[in-house]
């Protein structure tokens, strides 16, 4: 699939991470994003029967913020630990995902700049919702931008 936005082709900096778990889908999304030129960049730290998941997302989340207008995806085996461990670091927004309408809420409602998945979707399921993410524009209305900005507030009392 090629990214446009506003008839614009957009190319988007994209941050990949798993465990051992979520391994089992990386290399073929990977190739699916690269197909359509996107840049993909792995974390290239190796998976092996007893990695943590904490260290993966901190790579890729860690670029995701030295790289404005860049996104993650994070692989594990539900997804849900890796969100926790990536919305543990200030300015990541991270969305456990579980269909399409999630990823569009995650980007159009939330601003999120990263998705976790967990590796019981198939992976066609997971493709459609990384498109629908990359397509999907952040937030403009007042209600959402509101939103957002409590949740600024809240991550800078800490």
């Known amino acids: 699939m090629v990214y446009y936005k506003d008839r ?13 778990r979520g391994a089992k889908y990386k290399e073929e999304i990977i190739d699916y994003l690269m197909a359509s030129e996107q840049e993909v960049i792995d974390t290239g730290l190796e998976n092996n029967p007893v990695d ?9 989340c860690e670029n995701v913020l030295k790289n404005p207008g860049s996104v993650g995806l994070l692989f594990c085996s539900t997804g849900i630990g890796m969100s926790i461990d990536a919305n543990k670091i200030k300015g ?24 976790a998945f967990g590796v019981k979707h198939d992976i066609e399921s997971i ?12 937030p403009n209305e007042e209600k959402y931008l509101r939103r957002i900005e409590k949740v600024k507030q809240l991550e800078n009392k800490a």
Do not use: Q, S
Request: aromatic share 10%; charged share 30%; glycine share 4%.
């Open 8 to 20: 614009e082709r957009i190319i988007i900096k994209i941050f990949i991470g798993a465990d051992h």
């Open 52 to 60: 943590d998941h904490l260290d993966f997302a901190v790579i890729v």
């Open 92 to 115: 990541i927004y991270c969305a456990k995902v579980d269909d399409k309408d999630d990823a569009f809420y995650a980007k159009n409602h939330n601003d999120a700049n990263v998705l």
């Open 127 to 138: 493709k459609e919702m990384i498109d629908t993410f990359l397509v999907t524009k952040g």
